[in-house]
């Protein structure tokens, strides 16, 4: 499965932005999805995930109520809708996709997307 992200740039704190993640893979139904991202000299960190038939997402506690996951099976995308950006929202965000199912941890992710820069300003 490859993975590429797109959508992000530089956008000023209260804006918004829309990340998109294509799959080339003919079972994209069969995998689980999630967004996760880097900072600078930080860890990388669980954003948000979907199950495959996107009846279930879960959110981190820092963009709960701002940002929205969704997949369109049809299409194989995976997309994070990001409203009221702040300026800690400012990272490299990577789509990553499971065989377990929906996870907050990194480790449960079998494919990885290269990452796409989203920088905030204030």
């Known amino acids: 499965v490859q993975l590429q992200a797109s959508g992000g740039g530089l956008v000023q704190a209260g804006g918004s932005l829309r990340l998109a993640c294509a799959a080339s893979t003919r079972t994209f139904s069969d995998y689980a999805m999630g967004w996760f991202r880097q900072a600078p000299g930080k860890e990388r960190e669980f954003v948000a995930t979907?199950?495959?038939?996107?009846?279930?997402?879960h959110y981190a506690d820092s963009v709960k109520g701002r940002f929205a996951i969704s997949r369109d099976n049809a299409k194989n995308k995976v997309h994070l809708q990001m409203n009221s950006m702040k300026p800690e929202d400012t990272a490299v965000y990577y789509c990553?996709?499971?065989?377990?199912?929906?996870?907050?941890?990194?480790?449960?992710?079998?494919?990885w997307g290269q990452g796409t820069q989203v920088t905030v300003s204030s």
């Open positions: 979907i199950s495959w038939s996107a009846g279930s997402t």
């Open positions: 990553a996709a499971s065989s377990l199912g929906p996870s907050d941890s990194p480790d449960e992710f079998d494919y």
